[in-house]
């Protein structure tokens, strides 16, 4: 799922698949989900991993995009987190569909 959003007057593009994790844990170092899990208990991580996910998005969406601060430094200071409930409806889109994706697929094999 790829959605464009207008942040500081830019046009960025955010990528959610099914590799979205792998890379979150190539880039970033951690566990994507242990972060959205710790994040229902410790709320002033959040930003942190919501920010990382957002780049990892973006930079999924364009391989060009370089260093985590290079990305954050073109946005204004909270400019980026204006846009992170988009991003997690994206993200929540992509992971619903997943799930049905794989609801489907063993359903077929149990028939």
């Known amino acids: 799922m790829k959605r464009t959003i207008e942040i500081d007057g830019k046009e960025i ?4 698949t099914a590799r979205t994790p792998l890379l979150y844990k190539q ?5 994507l989900f242990l972060d959205i899990q710790h994040i229902q208990t410790d709320n002033e991580s959040a930003l942190d991993v919501l920010g990382d996910l957002a780049y990892v998005m973006a930079r999924q969406a364009d391989p060009s995009i370089g260093d985590i601060d290079e990305w954050f430094d073109q946005f204004g200071m909270f400019s980026i987190y204006m846009a992170l409930p988009q991003l997690q409806d994206m ?3 992509e992971m619903s569909s997943s799930v049905e994706a794989k609801k489907k697929a063993r359903g077929r094999k149990g028939s």
């Open 27 to 31: 880039w970033i170092g951690r566990d």
């Open 91 to 93: 993200w929540s889109a």
């Open 13 to 16: 593009t955010f990528k959610a």
